[in-house]
């Protein structure tokens, strides 16, 4: 079972330009997570969502949209990245229930921009 | 989020020797939940813990969810060279709302 798999490993890009970070998961989770992850601040909640079809904001949303089309993607887009948006970001998913609080990560994605 | 002060930053440990590290915090938590990451990977669940007084052991790592639902403590015993890495604890707040408010971090290092 693959788990939560996240594409790029790793990316440069130029300030200004879109991209879309890739999380695909094959446990059948309700929701899924994005956070970013820097150094002194641990792991921030960009964008989540509890369902196929719903999203929501976490606590650092700006410049950061998400879509949920289906159970198992979960993309992330920088519409115009900026040098701020450097981080590591960690896609997590959670099968869902009461006292069911595990959420299990993906590799990450380490994003810089110039 | 919730602001969730974990302490210590950073702690050096030799092989043998028990540590402990804790998480904070001014609100009342539902959850705890204590995470593991090593270097390039991304975090691994350790413990969860559901109540108050709630104490719960997985091999050598033993947890707490404080009385006070304000705090937990990590507790690793006879450390060994893999304890190396990155400690999250992480809290859920709101009943029915699933999202995790995680601390900075426990970087733990093999002492020369």
């Known amino acids: 079972t693959a788990g939560i798999t996240q594409a790029p490993t790793s990316q440069i890009l130029a300030a200004g330009r879109s991209m879309t970070l890739r999380c695909t998961q094959d446990?059948?989770?309700?929701?899924m997570y994005w956070y970013r992850q820097d150094l002194g601040l641990g792991l921030r909640l960009i964008h989540y969502?509890?369902?196929?079809?719903?999203?929501g904001k976490g606590e650092v949303p700006d410049g950061y949209s998400v879509s949920r089309a289906n159970t198992d993607d979960f993309p992330l887009t920088l519409a115009s990245a900026v040098p701020s948006q450097t981080s590591v970001y960690f896609c997590a998913s959670r099968r869902g229930g009461a006292q069911d609080n595990e959420q299990f990560f993906g590799p990450g994605t380490r994003l810089t921009v110039l | 989020g919730q602001q969730l002060n974990q302490s210590p930053q950073s702690m050096f440990i030799q092989e043998g020797e028990d540590v402990s590290m804790n998480c904070t915090s001014s609100?009342?938590?539902?959850?705890w939940l204590w995470y593991k990451q090593d270097p390039g990977e991304g975090p691994v669940l350790l413990i969860a813990?559901?109540?108050?007084?709630e104490l719960t052991s997985n091999g050598r790592l033993t947890a707490q969810f404080g009385i006070t639902r304000k705090d937990s403590f990590l507790n690793i015993s006879a450390s060994i060279p893999s304890d190396v890495g990155i400690y999250f604890c992480?809290?859920?707040?709101?009943?029915?709302?699933?999202?995790?408010?995680f601390g900075a971090g426990t970087t733990v290092t093999v002492r020369a």
């Open positions: 813990l559901y109540k108050a007084g």
């Open positions: 969502s509890n369902t196929a079809g719903t999203t």
């Open positions: 609100s009342i938590f539902n959850t």
């Open positions: 446990m059948r989770h309700n929701a």
């Open positions: 992480a809290g859920q707040f709101n009943v029915g709302d699933y999202k995790l408010s």
